[in-house]
Each structure stands twice: as structure tokens, then as C-alpha cells.
T-cell receptor, first 109, second 116 residues
């Protein structure tokens, strides 16, 4: 059974600080996606990483796929209150997509 | 970008009644759609995978007779909660899988079901 562990589960930091969210597995994924969900809404796809070692940037968000395609990280620089939300990673493997339990991020103004 | 709609966005019903939730992909055809349930402050729980023209595949522990899924076209999947009970109250979210690419999912805005 493929599992995705996300850490931390909760994170509350001050505006302007940097943070990193991790997504780890013992399984290899063909690709990995990151989603962000705001309360009362469906998740929104942020990025897909495919190649081991790949780094993608989306403004202040930097996503990295591990060399072995088993893990990924999301780094946010100078966090803003608008970054508050539930961040979900999802790995694609064995013809199935698996979601992590999410990291609930709260940015304090 | 890909857009998925859900209807209704919220519904209140009485115990014992049935509720139908629709999920539509508005600008692409989706062979595969997914239905999730989400409890407050928790992650998504996959209920079933819906493939156009065939029976849905339900996750372990999800009652197929209670949560009826129909995927009659490439742009529409429906979830019917039959004989609803208060414990069925939840946030239900559908997603449609982009046919090309890396299995990215585009989510609907969700439906909040409250059973009284």
C-alpha cells in the first residue's frame, strides 16, 4: 500500500517568515502534485512535478521533487496571510492517485 | 483553465430522504471522476472512482447501495446519497481527471450536506 506522509500537520507562523512543508513516502511516484484548499472550497492544483530533482517556482512558492521521486517539498518565502489554507500533496503511482493528510497552514498578520 | 462545477453547493434534507449531487466538467471531457468526503479540518477521503460508461469503483468501507454513483457522460457524474442520516452530513467534493497529462485532478467547489 502506498502512503504519503505530510509534515507538519499544522503550522502557524508570522507574516514574512519562511516555511517548508514536506511530503514523504517509501514508494516511487511517477509524478506528484500539490494542491491548496481554502475553507469551504475544493482543492486547487498548484503544480505537478514529474522528473526526479525537478524544481518549480510559482511566485513565492518553490516545489521540489526528490531525486528518487519518493518525496517532495513546498517552500514558501515571506509568507502572507493569503497563503493560509490546507496544502495537500498527491502522488501518482500504480494507476492510482494518493493524497497526503495535508498541512494546515495559518499565517498570522 | 479547467473548470469543474458542483450542484448544489449546499443542501439540507431530512433523515430518510435522498439527495443527488451533480459534478460537471465544463470545458473538458473527463473519462474519470472521483468523489471525496471531507470532515471538518481533515483531509480528503476518497469514496469512489467513477468511470464513464461503467460501474464505479468504491473504496473499502463505502456502501455502494447508499452512495449511488452514475457517470453517464464524459462531462457529468452524479452522487446520490440514499436514505440519508445525520451521520452522512459532510462536505462532498468531486474531481475530474484531466485526460492528458499527469493525472491532474480539477476539483469542484464542494457540496455541504446537512441531514436533520
Amino acid at each position: 500500500t502506498q502512503l504519503l506522509e505530510q509534515s507538519p500537520q499544522f503550522l502557524s507562523i508570522q507574516e514574512g517568515e519562511n516555511l517548508t512543508v514536506y511530503c514523504n513516502s517509501s514508494s516511487v511516484f511517477s509524478s506528484l502534485q500539490w494542491y491548496r484548499q481554502e475553507p469551504g472550497e475544493g482543492p486547487v492544483l498548484l503544480v505537478t512535478v514529474v522528473t526526479g530533482g525537478e524544481v518549480k517556482k510559482l511566485k513565492r512558492l518553490t516545489f521540489q521533487f526528490g531525486d528518487a521521486r519518493k518525496d517532495s517539498s513546498l517552500h514558501i518565502t515571506a509568507a502572507q496571510p493569503g497563503d493560509t489554507g490546507l496544502y495537500l500533496c498527491a502522488g501518482v503511482g500504480d494507476d492510482k492517485i494518493i493524497f497526503g493528510k495535508g498541512t494546515r497552514l495559518h499565517i498570522l498578520p | 483553465g479547467a473548470v469543474v462545477s458542483q450542484h448544489p453547493s449546499w443542501v439540507i434534507c431530512k433523515s430518510g430522504t435522498s439527495v443527488k449531487i451533480e459534478c460537471r466538467s465544463l470545458d473538458f471531457q473527463a473519462t474519470t471522476m472521483f468523489w471525496y468526503r471531507q470532515f471538518p479540518k481533515q483531509s480528503l477521503m476518497l469514496m469512489a472512482t467513477s468511470n464513464e460508461g461503467s460501474k464505479a469503483t468504491y473504496e473499502q468501507g463505502v456502501e455502494k447501495d447508499k452512495f449511488l454513483i452514475n457517470h453517464a457522460s464524459l462531462t457529468l457524474s452524479t452522487l446520490t446519497v440514499t436514505s440519508a442520516h445525520p451521520e452522512d452530513s459532510s462536505f462532498y467534493i468531486c474531481s475530474a481527471e484531466m485526460p492528458q497529462g499527469f493525472y491532474e485532478q480539477y476539483f469542484g467547489p464542494g457540496t455541504r450536506l446537512t441531514v436533520t
